[in-house]
């Protein structure tokens, strides 16, 4: 969740620095510092714990000045949020540098750094990043060849910016498995981990690639690619505003968050992922330690995010042999269960604020239960400070009361566990590499989905007289059917229900007519057939069906069922596709009844009481 800017130019870029690190606030941080060379040469740099505003107050009695410079906002991972552990990092006074990411090999390079006399003042793992590249500029390299060769040596995930004194106009930033891009001005060009940062000064950008280096100065752009070629990345112009974090073009904050889940996803992914495989560093300072010892897993949560772990329980059963129990967390608190040895507790909040979790994860720890996991969107959150561990989904600002983007990167948080955690029991690794394959497809997976934006809305003029709805699935579908029968309450007010396919024929059949819409989702699975079957006891008791289901499979239009064709996709990550389609029914269902879509009546975004 850390941010980072940057920029070289005519002018004094502090001010577009803050303001491009006050554009990244949302996405979590506890503190914030910039480096500026000044046009004596000499590296200005400024740190404060807390928020920008604290930064600004400590710049006021240290006031800096000049046209080069990088920004960092931090959440702590690698040592506390204190100004010592805020970037940038600077070695002797010559290089200075940010970094978002993890660098795994980090305590190895440190042991070989002190044995050559650097001094570190932070518990960081970026700290060995600075003293690499000084000690490359130290060995007679310039300053994009001294930033090549210090990568090569990390492990991990990165992305960085560098300035020096050595050579004053230039820039070097580097990527690998973290996003960063290149703000193109004229006569400055600019980075960020992030163009919501850079849209006040630009909104032409370059999206770097897996491998890329640059040299930047106020001038030109310079890329190198992972094998040392030069080659151009295409500039992209932005159709985002300064005012990015407003509704935009959509009429509805949830309408534009359902359609910003491919970067959301996206954005979960970057960083954690490297060679095909999961980092376990992302889950925080001594995760594999912990992970070592569980021999199963217990999720508490609420609401959506309760759903979100219904699904992970079949994920961690099924792929990575893990036992798992799933459990309302304002029921759990109450319930005085059987504490298993070395079980992980996983807590899933959006807010990270949600009462009923909280108590339930301080209940837990009462009761003696083993480490906690925290899967937040919200890193400041009370959950993350009381959790062992945390990984955050990244969502980005979730404005709508009904949780869209934050469910779904939610479970991509929960697929990522599920893979560091199968490796240790069940799961080869043949079947990591085709999970990891499977989430880095979801972005595009998802657009596919939401390009049946229209054919829903009309569809969803079905439900524009009735009062009640069935949704039916089966396996990891039920679930999901859960969460669009929750969606559809929330924001609509029609009264809906969610059972398991097979479970009809035991009372809900009995509701079945003509008024009551019974909506199912039929992904291409073992339980294909099983459903099919499930949905003909409707249609023969005269139910309106509306079946979102596989291309690949044999249901058709007719009359009573309407079909709503959904590309193919593989089993592992369905649950997270076919939840989208159910979001814009319940969307434009909502509209048709004229509720308050964004703020739905009775309801919270966060909710701090029991």
Known sequence: MCGIVGAVAERNIVPVLLEGLRRLEYRGYDSAGIAVLDRHGCIGRVRAPGKIDDLVA??????????????????????????ANAHPHVCRKTVAVVHNGIIENHEELRREQKARAYEFTSETDTEVIVHLIHQHLDQG??????????TAELEGAY???????????????????????????????????????????????IFLEDGDVADITKDNVTIYDAEGNIVERPISVSQLTADAIGKGQYNHYMMKEIHEQPNAIAETLEGRISKKRVLEAAFGV??????????????????????AGMIARYWFESLAGVPCSVEVASEFRYRYPVVRNNSLIISISQSGETADTLAALQEARKRGYGHSLAICNVPESSLVRESDLFLMTRAGPEIGVASTKAFTTQLVSLMLLVIVL???????????????????????????????????????????????ALFLGRGTQYPVAMEGALKLKEISYIHAEAYPAGELKHGPLALVDANMPV???APNNELLEKLKSNLQEVSARGGQLLVFADESIHVETEEGIEVVSVASVDDAIAPIVYSVPLQLLSYHVAVLKGTDVDQPRNLAKSVTVE
């Not at 390299?141 to 210090?150: E, M, S, Y």
């Not at 930033?173 to 940062?197: K, Y």
């Not at 497809?441 to 829903?456: G, T, W, Y």
């Open 58 to 83: 400590v710049l006021k009695d240290q006031p800096q000045s000049g046209t080069i410079g990088i920004g960092h906002t931090r959440w702590a991972t690698h040592g506390k949020p204190t100004t």
């Open 141 to 150: 390299k310039n300053l994009l060849d001294a930033v090549r060769a210090a």
């Open 159 to 205: 992305a960085l910016g560098v300035i020096s004194n050595i050579e004053e106009g230039h820039i070097i930033t580097a990527r690998l498995g973290s996003p960063l891009v290149i703000g193109v001005g004229i006569g400055e060009h600019f980075i960020a981990s992030d163009v919501a940062a850079l849209l006040p000064v630009t909104q032409n950008f």
């Open 286 to 307: 001594g995760a594999s330690e912990v992970f070592d010892q569980i021999k199963g897993v217990h999720i508490i949560a609420c609401g959506t995010s309760y759903h």
């Open 422 to 468: 199968g490796r240790r029991h069940a799961m080869p690794g043949h079947v990591e590499e085709a999970l990891v394959k499977q989430l880095i497809s979801l972005p595009a997976k998802v657009e596919e989905v939401l390009a049946l934006d229209d054919k829903i809305k009309e569809i969803a003029e079905q439900f524009g007289d009735k009062h009640h």
């Open 519 to 521: 909506v199912a989702v």
